[in-house]
């Protein structure tokens, strides 16, 4: 394909970044470094795989994932922007905001000193873009592939006049067994129910997963830990910039109404997001940015 040939002539680093055909053609960027891999797809800024040097992969993709222009895939890390869930007021409005359905551009490839490869994905505002949101905007997503995975978004307000987002790295981690997992770091942390009417409740000690849980943390600025017995391995999520953290999985119920979800995945997965949306909105002044980031390993 000539636009993979461009790509690979433009930002090809050899032996480190290669832009290749994914799955539904859509192009990805294979990103190889010294302690690690990934593929990121420029559909939706999209990392679906990511994987240490002996290790098993990080994230979850869904087996039943549609890749398409108008279709969000499922699994990896779906970008949501510039709102999460739906866009208040209008119910036409793509869920988890448009970021995750267009196409983001490459703007640097790299490979770092310490073995490491980064790779740099923007997306600005558009009509396609102002037709759905007004404001004028530029974003760009770091993504750094290496013993660990760091992810940083940076959102900047091009337009005169302030506004505010919401964000979210919807993180899609496999794990091995949910129902012997725990997630640790958000004890006391207060949280909004969304499967319970969004009633706002405190959480109590470690996060078990014994249902449809769909959990919106706010003010939540620290570290979070999925224990994960069954693949006798521990996932860790550092963050800044990001005071929500949302923890989603489907159960049983909802992962067979999902057509691009397999019937028996979600023991398979879980959704630590980091995240700002509800009340940890983010207001940016004209010409100003912010930035989120998260390291996982
Ligand atoms: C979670 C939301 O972040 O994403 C859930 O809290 C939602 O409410 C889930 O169901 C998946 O969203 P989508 O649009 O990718 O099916």
């Given amino acids: 394909m000539a636009e993979i040939d461009d790509l690979n002539k433009r930002f090809g680093v050899p032996g480190a970044v290669v832009f290749e055909a994914g799955n539904g053609n859509l192009v990805r960027a294979a990103l190889t470094a010294s302690q690690g891999s990934a593929h990121v797809y420029l559909h939706g800024a999209h990392v679906t795989h990511f994987q240490a040097n002996g290790q098993g992969p990080l994230l979850f993709l869904s087996s039943e994932s549609l890749f398409q222009f108008d279709k969000p895939i499922r699994g990896g890390i779906p970008i ?3 709102w999460f869930g739906p866009k208040s007021g209008d119910t036409s409005a793509p869920v988890h905001g448009f970021a995750r359905l267009l196409q983001w551009n490459p703007l640097e490839t790299k490979r770092l000193g310490d073995g490491s490869v980064k790779l740099v ?3 600005q505002s558009s009509e396609a873009t102002r037709s759905k949101w007004v404001h004028d905007f530029s974003a760009q997503l770091n993504v750094t592939v290496g013993a660990k995975l760091e ?5 900047t307000n091009t337009s005169s006049q ?8 919807h993180t899609y981690f496999s794990v091995g067994d ?3 997992a725990r997630i640790d770091g958000l004890s006391g942390v207060r949280y909004l129910d969304k499967v319970d009417g969004a009633k706002e409740k405190t959480q109590s000690g470690a996060i078990t997963i014994e249902g449809e849980t769909d959990r919106v943390y706010m003010d939540a600025t620290s570290a979070t830990t999925i224990h994960d017995p069954s693949f006798t391995r521990k996932i860790t999520v550092e963050k800044s910039g990001s005071s929500t953290t949302v923890v989603w999985n489907p159960w ?9 979800f397999g019937d028996e995945e979600w023991p398979h997965m879980v959704c630590v997001e980091t995240a700002n949306a509800a ?9 100003a940015t912010h930035e ?3 390291v996982m390993s």
């Fill in 151 to 155: 992810l940083t978004l940076r959102v």
């Fill in 121 to 123: 994905l923007g997306l």
């Fill in 292 to 294: 989120m980031r998260a």
């Fill in 279 to 287: 009340k940890n909105a983010v207001q940016l002044a004209p010409g």
């Fill in 252 to 260: 049983i119920n909802k992962a067979k109404a999902m057509a691009d």
């Fill in 80 to 82: 949501c922007f510039p």
């Fill in 162 to 169: 302030a506004f505010t987002f919401e964000e979210a790295l």
């Fill in 178 to 180: 949910i129902k012997t």
